[in-house]
Nanobody, 120 residues
Framework: QVQLVESGGGLVQAGGSLRLSCVASGSILGINGMDWYRQAPGKQRELVARSTSRGTTNYADSVKGRFTISKDNAKNTVYLQMISLKPEDTAVYYC??????????????WGQGTQVTVSS
């Protein structure tokens, strides 16, 4: 059993900052990569930032220079630091991770999401 739990969302004014956290727990043997996605009302879920097992990072063009993904491997935690937030960043933010469990299987897991609302 593996769980991903996000936290750190909230209401912020445009130009403000938030830091999201996602902690993975359970029968974890290893984590290949951890990503942040978001889904705005009426829109498809989109990849925001990716942190691979090799430590490389990738970002959606819309957040480059404003969002930073980082990981604490010892804590099985991924963070998303968001600055200069815009109203169009309003969405539910989800954590996703490719996790190998103690039975040796590699699966993709999702968190429950955390709401980020940016007011203009």
């Amino acid at each position: 059993q593996v769980q991903l739990v996000e936290s750190g969302g909230g209401l912020v004014q445009a130009g403000g900052s938030l830091r999201l956290s996602c902690v993975a727990s359970g029968s974890i043997l290893g984590i290949n990569g951890m990503d942040w996605y978001r889904q705005a009302p009426g829109k498809q879920r989109e990849l925001v930032a990716r942190s691979t097992s090799r430590g490389t990072t990738n970002y959606a063009d819309s957040v480059k220079g404003r969002f930073t993904i980082s990981k604490d491997n010892a804590k099985n935690t991924v963070y998303l630091q968001m600055i200069s937030l815009k109203p169009e960043d309003t969405a539910v933010y989800y954590c996703n991770a490719d996790i190998r469990t103690l039975d040796g299987r590699l699966r993709s897991y999702w968190g429950q999401g955390t709401q980020v609302t940016v007011s203009s």
